[in-house]
């Protein structure tokens, strides 16, 4: 089953998350099937979220599962 989570980057006390598609099986900093979009809770200036909304869309329909802090951030964006 695919599932829509965050995979953890950056370094130690500086978080940074890509937004991706994965495999369940799959360790969440494994290989991804798509990059979907980043999460940085850190950023002083710029961007902190950036979704492509059609490739997520996409996804939801192939029958991809969001997990429940990426499903959070959908709702936030009008995404799902």
Do not use: C, H
């Not at 990059?35 to 329909?61: Q, S």
């Amino acid at each position: 089953m695919l599932s829509i989570r965050l995979a953890r980057k950056g370094a130690k006390k500086r978080p940074f998350y890509n937004i991706v598609v994965s495999e369940n099986d799959r360790i969440p900093t494994g290989q991804a099937l798509e990059i979907i979009g980043f999460m940085n809770p850190v950023a002083a200036e710029g961007e902190t979220l950036r979704i492509d909304a059609d490739k997520a869309k996409a996804w939801l329909a192939k029958g991809a599962r969001p997990s429940k802090t990426v499903l959070d951030l959908f709702k936030k964006n009008a995404i799902a």
